[in-house]
């Protein structure tokens, strides 16, 4: 189950010993939203394995590209589509058909 802790348990020199494992952060989804050909606000705290749901509100067709190819999401007007991020560091990205629309992602 995510988010329970089990213990380990250790046996040293005759007695029992009760580990704690470390919690692990639950994965979170942001929404990144597409309005009037410029990309929304990118989320603060954003983590490794965390998802991005991209919304595009225009009319018009758009991508949310890496640039370093770690995510190249195609976004028809009116569509909503899903990311996982798998890696830490800035990433750059931007729309493939609207290279002005750029932005940074900061992933801890």
Known sequence: MVGRRIPLVAACAGSLLLVPQ?????SRT???VIDKMKF???PANFRK???IVWVNRDMFRHT????DHSFDID???GARRRTL?????SIAFLCRYHPG????LKVR
């Open 22 to 26: 470390p919690a692990v952060a639950a």
């Open 30 to 32: 942001y929404t990144i």
């Open 40 to 42: 929304g606000p990118v």
């Open 49 to 51: 394995d965390d998802s």
């Open 64 to 67: 949310a590209t890496a640039r």
């Open 75 to 77: 976004l028809p007007a």
């Open 85 to 89: 991020v798998r890696k830490t560091g």
């Open 101 to 104: 629309m750029r932005g940074v």
